[in-house]
């Protein structure tokens, strides 16, 4: 039973010496890679580096005790360094509070909001956000989380909460671009590129086995803050105007109480809510990407609670909110973790850097954290989504092309919500007009099948309709119009069987509907019928009045239906036959 509460005494229990040897070189690489990346995503959010490194200790721990996940890497990530920007951003700037402390509320209140999810058991929420609308918003914060990055590798102030804004004032700014800040943003940013694609192949074709050659990739936004930050010390640039990270507090993070301000925190209300969202939905992925290899299973709500525990845990320690990274986690699998300890370990790590090291990165330039952003989040925008989402799915693509749209023309949080507010619209669409179809009997057989797909024999006596949705209020009246009026227009139609294969729940309206459609069509002479109902949609239509208002039966199977109703072309078309009035219909 504490297993369930406490997932870590499971994985504690069962731990060994070759878990500790996969989990110690796991953490050596993710230390040294999420090092710079710390850095950089704290400045991307508005905050003091040093927040970064205090962001990816503590939250590793509070997610190591309540996590499903034995490869999933906790700590700043771009996406949500982006929101978490916009969000405190809008509250700083009425001069209520400072950034830090709009920071640690935004953290704590991402915390509950994701503790409370994960007490409720409310993991299945997250499939309410379409992969469209997620690949979309990720996409276009990468775009714009690159752009806003250029102004660091430029060296010119520049600022904007959207493409156009930033676009605008980069251009007007530059002409001030400083010459020794443009080169080392330009060199570490291709460096980082080449290194992402070329240098791991490069070193297995001499001679390193796979793991080194991945570790030695992985840390090569550590080689360019090295080498720019001697370049910067001996060429004496931060002289000629290269902006450097500059002083960072030594020490482990303190302790620190978020503020509890209730004007505050309804003002951060929407933010944390979607910060939420966004960080578990990107976060439960990962963990189920990494788990399928290795035949692992992840639980969601799980997952809330150690989110949950991450975030509370960054808001009491000078963080901000967190959750699981993409390219950290893949390492850290990649690596060899075999359980969250790893993480903790990993914390180890960043806390000796901050104890012992922040005097190093005094004169790291903020162009090289800036090259190290540009390349971590273009990496995860995809354009060609758009062209194959567009080949399968127009509302799909509708709803991406325009959350693309709204995040790169108005910002990340109404980004997000038009492309969650149309994704409900269009699945209201969808399941309002949903697919139906006629069907007949497939000659020889017991099988029935859509008339326009197949070749097939229909009764002249019997419409049978099988309709591939749940009925409920927004497609109801849709379908006891669309039903009516096929029944009538054919004057030799007795009967009108729906196929209910497909239905998964009728709710009060859709049952209401179907009441009056018998109602209807018997005043026409025509007898309503059901087949093929599922269980669990026939115990609750036996707990109401609807069985007595049927003027029909309901079958088992729509063969047993139409045997009953017309058994004589029933027979003959099992024969292959066709009787008089009834017809073969198929698509040519």
């Known amino acids: 039973m504490i297993e369930r509460v406490l997932p870590c005494i499971g994985w504690l229990r069962r731990y060994d010496a070759e878990a500790f040897h996969g989990d110690a070189l796991a953490a050596v690489i993710v230390t040294i890679m999420l090092i710079p990346q710390s850095l950089a995503y704290a ?44 969000a405190i951003g809008n509250v700083a700037a009425n001069g209520n509070v400072d950034y830090a402390s709009a920071a640690l509320a935004l953290a704590l209140m991402s915390g509950v909001f994701l503790l409370a999810m994960g007490l409720l058991r409310l993991g299945f929420l997250a499939s309410l956000l379409s992969h469209s609308v997620i690949s979309g918003f990720i996409t276009a914060s990468g775009l714009l989380i690159a752009t806003s990055q250029l102004k660091h590798i430029l060296g010119v102030s520049a600022s904007g909460h959207n493409m156009l804004e930033l676009v605008q004032s980069l251009i007007a700014h530059a002409g001030e671009a400083n010459v020794p800040t443009l080169v080392i943003g330009v060199l570490a940013t291709a460096f980082l590129f080449w290194v992402r694609a070329k240098l791991k192949p490069m070193l297995k074709s001499l001679g390193f086995g796979p793991v080194m050659a991945d570790a030695l990739a992985k840390a090569g936004p550590v080689a360019a803050v090295i080498v720019t930050i001697l370049a910067v010390e001996f060429l004496g640039l931060d002289g000629d105007g290269v902006k450097v990270v500059g002083a960072i507090p030594q020490g482990l993070p303190p302790f620190s109480v978020p503020p509890v301000d209730i004007d505050l925190w309804r003002e951060l209300m929407p933010s944390a809510i979607l910060i939420s969202i966004i960080g578990f939905v990107e976060s439960v992925s990962v963990a189920q990407t990494l788990a399928a290899k ?12 150690g989110l949950g525990a991450a975030n509370v845990a960054a808001a009491v320690s000078g963080g901000y909110p967190v959750t699981g990274g993409f390219a950290r986690s893949v390492v850290n699998f990649d690596a060899g973790a075999r359980t969250p300890l790893a993480g903790v370990m990993t914390a180890v790590g960043i806390g000796l850097t901050a104890m ?43 709803a991406m092309a325009a959350t693309i749209v709204m995040v790169l023309g108005m910002g990340v949080e109404i980004g997000i919500i038009t492309g969650v507010g149309l994704s409900l619209v269009l699945f209201l669409g969808r399941t309002a007009r949903p697919h139906f179809a006629v069907v007949g009997q497939v000659p020889g057989t017991h099988h029935f ?41 054919s004057p030799t139609v007795k009967h009108v069987v729906l196929i209910c294969s497909a239905v998964n729940a009728i709710d009060s309206s859709a049952l209401e509907g179907l009441e009056g459609l018998s109602d209807r069509l018997d005043a026409a002479g025509v007898t309503f019928h059901l087949s093929e109902v599922k269980g669990p949609v026939m115990d609750k239509l036996k707990k109401t009045e609807f069985l007595a208002h049927l003027t029909g039966a309901i079958f088992l199977s729509q063969h047993d239906a139409m045997a009953a109703l017309d058994p004589e072309a029933t027979a003959a078309a099992e024969k292959g036959e066709r009787l008089p009035g009834s017809r073969s219909r198929h698509t040519a």
């Open 294 to 305: 290795r035949r692992e299973r992840i639980y969601p709500n799980r997952e809330l609670l």
């Open 43 to 86: 400045l991307l959010a508005g905050l003091p580096p040093e927040v970064g490194l205090y962001a990816s200790m503590l939250p590793l721990a509070g997610y190591a005790l309540f996590g499903s996940s034995n490869a999933l890497a906790v700590g700043p990530v771009a996406v949500v360094s982006l929101m978490t920007a916009a």
């Open 356 to 398: 012992f090291l922040t005097p190093l990165f005094h004169q790291l330039p903020k162009a090289t954290l800036a090259a190290t952003i540009v390349v971590a989040v273009l990496s995860l925008v995809d354009l060609g989504a758009l062209r194959r989402t567009w080949n399968y799915s127009k509302m799909d693509f509708a």
């Open 449 to 489: 099948r859509n008339v326009k797909r197949h070749e097939v024999i229909t009764s002249g006596k019997v419409l049978s309709v099988r309709v591939d949705e749940s009925l409920y209020f927004a497609n109801s009246r849709w379908l006891e119009d669309m039903l009516y009026d096929m029944a009538i227009s």
